[in-house]
């Protein structure tokens, strides 16, 4: 089992998957029904539809709660939805982002990491990765995922490119 584990972590970072090199120097867009920002809590809430946009990077969730460094700059946004959903290019000559989805979506700027929580699953050029929790580094296609006996992580490859 651990050796199949080792198989799977390796085809995964084979593929050469990076993100656009460029998307963490963009600005960060958010769409919402509502917004509360707290200047003195360096930190904001936005609830309804929320749409996030930076770069190649999409999030969409019901609930958005967004944390601030001393300067103002997003360091921190913790997305929940029904479920959370992400997409984000990897290479500019890409046509399918990686898509990801939970109920909980963490995803942590300075380390470029998205932490999926609670029904998690990411698809990647048709081959999908499930479990209870996945981390995804979005410049690296790093895709760690974590379970139990009884939830465990799947992975489900597709058949290479123009095969039945």
Known sequence: MAQLARTVIGCLLATQVWALPDDRQQAIEINADEAVINEQANAATYRG???VRQGSFVLT???LDL???STGAVSRM?????PATFQSKRRATDTEPVRGQA???RYTLSTATVQLLGAAKIT???STFEGP???YHTETGEITGSG???RRVQMIFAPPSGKP
């Open 49 to 51: 539809s929320v749409d």
């Open 61 to 63: 969730a019901d609930r």
């Open 67 to 69: 944390a601030l460094d």
């Open 78 to 82: 913790e997305a929940a939805g029904t």
């Open 103 to 105: 109920n909980t979506l």
């Open 124 to 126: 990647l050029d048709g």
């Open 133 to 135: 929790e996945i981390r």
């Open 148 to 150: 139990t006996r009884e």
